[in-house]
């Protein structure tokens, strides 16, 4: 479900930009749901190694190759810009609730035709991508560069500001890292709406959850 949602997430980045006006992710042939196109050795292997051995497993953090585009293509670079950098949490949503729906379609099903076993691991990886659909959701739109939310944020700030602003970007992934470890509550707290969310659509589709998917979610 990590997979399938990171390379979503990225993918609707590119899709959004093409339909923007700018070519760059189809050129570099990133509209793919190839995972090997979305691996990056520094953000999707070494990182997440280093900080999992260094912490004991404590904190870690990584990510999928961004998917490169070209604002200056946009026809309207603002709301261009808007828009590609809200497409990858709008799909982390949207995954979200079609995880939430099949759930309930798998519970009809697992009771109406014997199939208990097989849809309830299907129910429980549901479960996961309702929760980590959420949680990209929020991550992506921490106000820090280059994350989706200060892309999106830039565009309401005073220009000079959002020069020095975007610079941050130099630095975002040491940012990151020295909240994870610094900070936990802060990213907890900025998490936090997330998974309220989360659990009320799990709670709505609770009582179609089958009792085979309770042993997978443990």
């Not at 004991?56 to 946009?74: E, F, I």
């Not at 035709?113 to 549901?126: C, I």
């Not at 936090?192 to 997978?216: D, E, I």
Request: glycine share 8%; hydrophobic share 55%; with cysteine.
């Amino acid at each position: 479900m990590l997979l399938i949602s990171v390379i979503a997430h990225e993918y609707a980045h590119g899709y959004a930009a093409l339909k923007q006006g700018d070519n760059t992710a189809l050129a570099a042939g990133r509209l793919t749901w190839n995972p090997i196109k979305h691996i990056d050795p520094w953000m999707t292997l070494l990182l997440p190694a280093i900080l999992w051995k260094l912490s004991n497993g404590a904190v870690v953090l990584g990510g999928a190759k961004p998917v490169p585009v070209d604002p200056r293509n946009y026809r309207n670079y603002r709301r261009g810009d808007i828009i590609v950098s809200l497409a990858g949490v709008a799909t982390n949503l949207l995954i979200a609730l079609v995880c939430t729906a099949v759930i309930a379609l798998l519970g009809l099903a697992g009771r109406s035709v014997a199939l208990e076993p097989s849809a309830g691991v299907l129910q429980a990886m549901m479960v996961t991508g309702v929760r980590i659909n959420m949680l990209l959701l929020a991550f992506n739109l921490l106000p820090i560069p280059p994350l989706d939310g200060s892309q999106v944020l830039k565009h309401f700030l005073p220009r000079t500001w959002a020069v020095h602003y975007q610079r941050v970007g130099f630095y975002g992934i040491a940012i990151l890292v020295m909240i994870l470890y610094f900070a936990p509550g802060l990213l907890s707290s900025w998490l936090h709406p997330a998974n309220v969310v989360s659990t009320a659509l799990l709670n709505v589709v609770r009582p179609s959850v089958l009792p085979s998917a309770g042993q997978w979610m443990q």
